[in-house]
């Protein structure tokens, strides 16, 4: 018997390593599609405001943010479920998909009202998304923190580039 404890054990382990592996997955894959219309070089179709900080900044942020998001879904997932959890991850897999969007919107199209809408949206759907993870995990609640301060700042910069930016 106690072996099949231990083995019930590490599958549970295998299982909840598993789990997070796919958190991150699904989570970095937002980050990939984002990536791909990223600005690689000078981006001097728009005018930004001088309190916008320097290009290399957001990368460091973005991955600290998207492992932070990405645990606060496991931690949900992993107490809760998918079932018992659905609203939250539903939400969830929703403002990564406006947060995968916003990228081509800004970049892709170079759009920035456009891209200032799609922020909004984003902005409302980690607000629930944070809410809703509170209710299962106050950890994953407050992994969620960080994530809408800097959304709320992007959401400001991502204005002010727009109404500095002539029309193209």
Known sequence: MRKTSGNREAFGTARQVGGLLAWLLVTFSAAAIGGIFSPGGPHDW????????????????????????????WLVWRRRGFSAARAALGVYILQLAL??????????????????????????????????????????????????????????LNFSIWRLTPPV
């Open 46 to 73: 728009y005018t930004s405001p001088s309190w916008a900080p320097p290009d290399w900044v957001f990368g460091p942020v973005w991955t600290a943010l998207y492992t932070m998001m990405a645990v606060a879904a």
């Open 99 to 156: 947060n995968a969007a916003w990228t081509p919107v800004f970049f892709g199209l170079r759009m920035p009202g456009a891209a200032f809408v799609v922020i909004v949206a984003l902005w409302v759907a980690i607000a629930a998304a944070t809410v809703l993870f509170w209710k299962h995990s106050r950890a994953a609640g407050a992994l969620f923190v960080p994530y809408i301060a800097w959304v709320s700042f992007a959401g400001a």
